[in-house]
Nanobody
């Protein structure tokens, strides 16, 4: 059974940084897309960043380019999201997700990801 567990969320002032982690277990596929998504109250879930585990190809939402960095540590089966220069509009529940269907192009569409974590809250105050 695939399990994803996020951690690292918290409260920070605008301009600050946080690093989210996502520990993955039970995943037996040889390759995957892994992504970070977020959902603010009253808003739809949106893709933030994604990575292809084989060649580390990445993609980012325009709203976080230059501020967020997605990375992976295969030895630790862990996905990271380094978030710098945080803004109040980054406040949301952040989720990690993964999907083994890598024959298609990498996406930030939540419907393209099969396995999800429970989320970790990020709150940025002005």
């Amino acid at each position: 059974q695939v399990q994803l567990v996020e951690s690292g969320g918290g409260s920070v002032q605008a301009g600050g940084s946080l690093r989210l982690s996502c520990a993955v277990s039970g995943y037996t596929y040889s390759s995957a897309y892994m992504g970070w998504f977020r959902q603010a109250p009253g808003k739809e879930r949106e893709g933030v960043a994604a990575i292809y585990t084989i060649n580390r190809l990445t993609t980012y939402a325009d709203s976080v380019k230059g501020r967020f960095t997605i990375s992976q540590d295969n030895a630790k089966n862990t996905l990271y999201l380094q978030m710098n220069s945080l803004k109040p509009e980054d406040t949301a529940m952040y989720y990690c997700a993964t999907d083994p269907r890598t024959s298609r192009w990498i996406t930030l569409k939540s419907g393209d990801y099969q396995y999800w974590g429970q989320g970790t809250q990020v709150t940025v105050s002005s």
